[in-house]
């Protein structure tokens, strides 16, 4: 089962009251609904959204509705649910905001149906319910999109997630229009805002795991690009003091310049704040790394003067 498959199953197990599920069912038929023979025809493959949909509108209009299983022809295994709704249609389509009362349609649904919050929020879960999809956050990208055939529509859905600062954005699509969030924690807002617990703790879980993660391998990479730097400067420091060795110029040195010298043949791979704490400790004479650093300063100016 898919994580939206598992978001959508889990979000039409609440309870709504009659406004909120007019708001859900407003959504499903003005992003699922084709209207054919005075006959509204609702799709759906998903058994559960098939009995939310039917409970709502027994519910709330106390009517009964054909069901037809036909062939999915998308390439899906799963059957095509075919609600049919003849009842009292005309009175459901002006409730539900799809007509205005000359049977034209509404660009847009009218302010009682999303007129609270929890409306809103009804509004969307059944945007969500038709067109919604997810990533599931182990597997791929964070990614969350609506698809929504009219512009207005479009528009609409964008205002409405927007007005919780979801930073919403509408694409272009050759059949319609995507709707669409990128980003993690706005992704995870929006399965609150729609009522999907669990799927939240499991995409906050992921998501946690996968910051402690990205943090682990920048502080992986910093240590490791330290050690490569270690590595680098003893090299150098190694290859100078052969130089100087080969030209019989260790006798220039001072002696505690020719002291750093021979700690660094002694432990070549050894940091200088590592070196220091060494020198220190076997010789009793404290020396910072600034101070060891200084020392191999001059045997590099030596070396480079004998190289050239």
């Not at 708001?23 to 799709?43: H, K, M, P, Q």
């Not at 009218?110 to 929020?121: C, F, L, Q």
């Not at 038709?130 to 479009?154: C, F, V, W």
Request: charged share 30%; glycine share 4%.
């Amino acid at each position: 089962m898919s994580y939206t498959t598992q978001i959508k199953n889990e979000i039409v197990k609440r309870e709504e009251t009659k406004s909120e599920l007019i708001a859900t069912l407003s959504a499903f038929v003005r992003n699922n609904g084709y209207i054919e023979d005075n006959i509204l025809f609702l799709t759906t493959e998903n058994l559960a959204i098939k009995n939310k949909i039917v409970y709502s509108f027994e519910t709330v209009y106390e009517i009964s509705i054909q069901i037809k299983i036909k062939e999915n022809l998308n390439f899906s295994k799963n059957s095509l649910y075919l609600l049919c709704i003849e009842q009292k249609l005309l009175f459901i389509l002006n409730d539900l905001g799809f007509y205005d009362k000359t049977q034209q349609y509404l660009e847009t649904p009218p302010e009682y149906i999303i007129g609270s919050n929890e409306e809103i929020r009804s509004y969307l879960r059944g945007v969500f319910l038709t067109q919604g999809s997810i990533n599931d956050p182990k597997t791929s990208r964070y990614h969350m999109e609506l698809l929504i055939s009219k512009s207005s529509e479009a528009v609409f859905v964008q205002k409405l997630l927007n007005m919780f600062n979801l930073n919403a954005k509408i694409l272009n699509r050759d059949k319609g229009y995507m709707i669409y969030i990128k980003e993690a924690e706005k992704i995870s807002d929006f399965l609150k805002i729609i009522g999907a617990v669990k799927a939240v703790l499991y995409f906050e879980d992921i998501r946690i795991y996968h910051d402690k993660k990205n943090h682990t391998n920048r502080l992986n990479n910093c240590e490791q690009a330290n050690i490569d730097k270690v590595v680098e400067a003893a090299t150098i420091q190694l290859q100078n003091i052969k130089v100087l060795e080969e030209n019989l110029a260790t006798e220039l040195l001072d002696d505690k310049t020719k002291e750093a010298l021979e700690y660094r043949k002694k432990y070549p791979e050894a940091s200088l704040k590592e070196l220091s704490e060494i020198i220190s400790m076997e010789t009793g004479n404290k020396i910072t790394k600034s101070g060891l650093n200084h020392r191999f300063r001059k045997i590099n100016e030596l070396a480079g003067t004998l190289t050239k």
